[in-house]
């Protein structure tokens, strides 16, 4: 079965440091791989995705993710945070042929000004 | 706006109580699901839909059925609520395409049921 490790439960950072939030999920096969945010009381938004292609994806509000196949890896990354990216973030996978999303269990990013 | 439209948005049980909860898209998505979120765990997967007429459980379906009423509607039923069941609720569709990044590729959620069992 798939299943979707975010190690990072809890992020306190300052504003202007750079994030990195690590991903990684468990399935042999071909995925889709997702980044979600969930601002405070809100649903889920959608920050980016890899299907295929450059390995590299960039989102919105500045957030890129890389693709690492040979680490199973999906890892966030922001070069300098803002305040206003206090959120949850959410990693998610989905294989290849089926429809079903499964999502990690969260990270919750604090920014500090 | 298209989108999502979640019903109630709070709701209070008693345990024992039955309610369902309602979820309307109008994007012409062919899949939706039914999620729960639970502080740190995550979004789970209770049920979802490939198409109109298929229902498939989740993970976590016990509790829990539902209906996928025509291609637009997919209700979720607690038929006797337990505490267990606090949490907050999503339901989410998209285009159904598997593999493809097309423009159905991304999920869109509704903005959540707050659901409380006392």
């Known amino acids: 079965a798939q299943s979707v490790s975010q190690h990072n439960h809890h992020v306190i950072l300052s504003e202007a440091a750079s994030l990195e939030l690590g991903c990684n999920y468990s399935y042999g096969g071909t995925v889709n791989l997702f980044w979600y945010v969930q601002y405070p009381g809100q649903h889920l938004q959608l920050l980016l995705k890899y299907f295929s292609g450059d390995p590299l994806v960039k989102g919105i509000k500045g957030f890129e993710a890389e693709f690492i196949k040979s680490k199973f890896s999906f890892n966030l990354r922001k070069p300098s945070v803002q305040w206003s990216d206090t959120a949850e973030y959410f990693c998610?996978?989905?294989?290849?042929?089926?429809?079903?999303?499964?999502f990690g269990t969260g990270t919750r990013l604090q920014v500090f000004p | 706006n298209a989108g999502v439209t979640q019903t109630p948005k709070f709701q209070v049980l008693k345990t024992g109580q039955s309610m369902t909860l309602q979820c309307a898209q109008d994007m012409n998505h062919n899949s939706m699901y039914w999620y729960r979120q639970d502080p740190g765990m995550g979004l789970r997967l209770i049920y979802y839909?490939?198409?109109?007429?298929?229902?498939d459980k989740g993970e976590v379906p016990n509790g829990y059925n539902v209906s996928r009423l025509n291609k637009r509607e997919f209700s979720l039923r607690l038929e006797s609520a337990a505490p267990s069941q606090t949490s907050v609720y999503f339901c989410a569709s998209s285009g159904g395409d598997r593999g493809s990044p097309g423009p159905g590729s991304g999920y869109t959620f509704g903005s959540g049921t707050r659901l409380t069992v006392v």
């Open positions: 839909s490939a198409s109109e007429g298929t229902t």
């Open positions: 998610a996978v989905k294989s290849y042929n089926t429809d079903k999303l499964i």
